[in-house]
């Protein structure tokens, strides 16, 4: 079993910057881990993703804004979000996808809000 906890949600400014982090327990090897966020009223998209090997994805609403590290040595994902919008401001959730032998399972951590001011 897979646990991942977020912490590192806030109320801020716009312009301004957070850092999230997400702490996986569990003994499974992860193909990648992610940020996801809802805004009220909206669907959970993704926010930036990270796989095993490094390789990043970002939405296009945040590249140049957020950047997605990993320390594995830690098991810890990390968003860093800097300038930050108002329309920033939804519930970050942390994902990981574990993958073997042909099948996949999606674990979620319990959200974190983030709320940027204008």
């Known amino acids: 079993q897979v646990q991942l906890v977020e912490s590192g949600g806030g109320l801020v400014q716009a312009g301004g910057s957070l850092r999230l982090s997400c702490k996986r327990s569990?003994?499974?090897?992860?193909?990648?881990m992610g940020w996801y966020r809802q805004a009220p009223g909206k669907e959970r998209e993704a926010v930036a993703t990270?796989?095993?090997?490094?390789?990043?994805n970002y939405a296009d609403s945040v590249k140049g804004r957020f950047t997605i590290s990993i320390d594995n040595t830690k098991n810890t994902v990390y968003l860093q979000m800097n300038s930050l919008k108002p329309e920033d401001t939804a519930v970050y959730y942390c994902n990981a996808l574990r993958r073997q032998s042909g099948s996949s399972w999606n674990y979620w951590g319990q959200g974190t809000q983030v709320t940027v001011s204008s």
């Open positions: 990270i796989t095993s090997g490094g390789s990043t």
């Open positions: 569990g003994f499974f090897s992860i193909a990648a």
